[in-house]
Every structure is written in C-alpha cells, then in structure tokens.
T-cell receptor, first 114, second 110 residues
Framework: DTGVSQNPRHKITKRGQNVTFRCDPI?????LYWYRQTLGQGPEFLTY????????KSRLLSDRFSAERPKGSFSTLEIQRTEQGDSAMYLC????????????FGPGTRLTVT | KNQVEQSPQSLIILEGKNCTLQ??????????LRWYKQDTGRGPVSLTI?????NTKSNGRYTATLDADTKQSSLHITASQLSDSASYIC?????????FGGGTRLMVKP
C-alpha cells in the first residue's frame, strides 16, 4: 500500500498521560499536514511541514502539542499531559511538490482520553 | 476570516434517489475547491477538484459545480447507493492552506 499510513489507529489513554502518533506519508511527498477532527465537524488544521521544516502552526496547537518530522520523512505528533478535550481523530495528509496541491489523507488516529 | 459553510448538516434519502449538497465559502485568495467523501472512522478521500475557471466537474455519479462569482458550490449525487452513506466535506484552498466545511452527513436507506 503506497498511501498515507498512520499508527496507531486507535489510542485510549488516561488524562495526564502523554501520547505519540506517527504518520508515514506517500514516499515522494515533501509536504505533510496534521489536522484534528472532532465528531460531526470538519478537520481543523494543526501544523504543516515542508520536508523537515515546520512552516506553520495553528493557534490550536497549544504548548502541550509538539510535532516533528526528522529527515523529512515520517512525522510524529506528541500530546503531553492529555486532557479530555484532546479526544478527537488526528488526521495526517501529504502532498507532493507542484501540482494542484492535492492532499492525500491517512486513515487517522482516534484518541480517547478518559 | 476564511470560512466554509455547508448545508444541510445531515440528509436521509432512499436508495436510488438523487440529492444535492451545498457549500458557501468566503476564502481569499481562492485557489481551488474540492469535495471529499469521508466514511465513518476513515480519512477523507477526494472526489472532485475545481479551479476558478472550472464550473463543473464529474466523477461517476458525483457532479460538482462551482460559481466563483457567488462563491457557491454544490455536489450532486445521482442514483444514490447504500455505499454513498458518508460525510461529504467541502474544502477550499487558499495559499497552500485548506479551509474545511463542517460536512454534510448523508445516510442512504434501502
């Protein structure tokens, strides 16, 4: 499968714990995006990488959130000291250089904070 | 502020019927508009993408229209099937960033 993959698909954690999600983009895609989606809503932008550089961060990305993309390949999103309000689907998307900026989404990681 | 509004929020139709979903946007500068289908618990999958100069685009039973003057788009689904049950999200691109609508949840019943 050459699409965007995300792991884990589901994560249940207790409030206050740290969690880390991984996204593997389509191999030749240099741009990678993280979104958060709550039930019944559209995705909300969190952050964007071009290669290994994090170029933009949403105000939704509080200090408890950090994202990395070492070597410009896979990316990780870490949430520290999780809160119940962090419960959501976390989506990753990747995009290749040029073209019509088509973003291809992964299946998402569903986080439940109890 | 860039915004994308979709209507209706939810819709129930019988299998075989047609339906039309609406999208209004205030996004600048406009780059393109796309419709995504999102099955429950899955990531969105692109259905159509239209630039400023395109006013209609079809993908099988899905036909999207775009009126860049009124900043409105619609997605028409013909001869609905049970597998069309999903959320349909209108997304407008501006300066490399996407603004998502809240989606229309469609349920197709037998």
């Amino acid at each position: 499968d050459t699409g965007v993959s995300q792991n884990p698909r589901h994560k249940i954690t207790k409030r206050g714990q740290n969690v880390t999600f991984r996204c593997d983009p389509i191999s030749e895609h240099n741009r990678l995006y993280w979104y958060r989606q709550t039930l019944g809503q559209g995705p909300e932008f969190l952050t964007y990488f071009q290669n290994e550089a994090q170029l933009e961060k949403s105000r939704l990305l509080s200090d408890r959130f950090s994202a990395e993309r070492p070597k410009g390949s896979f990316s990780t999103l870490e949430i520290q000291r999780t809160e119940q309000g962090d419960s959501a689907m976390y989506l990753c998307a990747s995009r290749g250089p040029g073209g019509r900026d088509e973003q291809y989404f992964g299946p998402g990681t569903r986080l439940t904070v109890t | 502020k860039n915004q994308v509004e979709q209507s209706p929020q939810s819709l129930i139709i019988l299998e075989g019927k047609n339906c039309t979903l609406q999208c209004n946007y205030t996004v600048s500068p406009f780059s393109n508009l796309r419709w995504y289908k999102q099955d429950t618990g899955r990531g969105p999958v692109s259905l159509t993408i239209m630039t400023f100069s395109e006013n209609t685009k079809s993908n099988g039973r899905y036909t999207a229209t775009l009126d860049a003057d009124t900043k409105q788009s619609s997605l028409h689904i013909t001869a609905s099937q049970l597998s069309d049950s999903a959320s349909y999200i209108c997304v407008v691109s501006a300066s490399n960033m996407l603004t998502f609508g809240g989606g229309t949840r469609l349920m197709v019943k037998p």
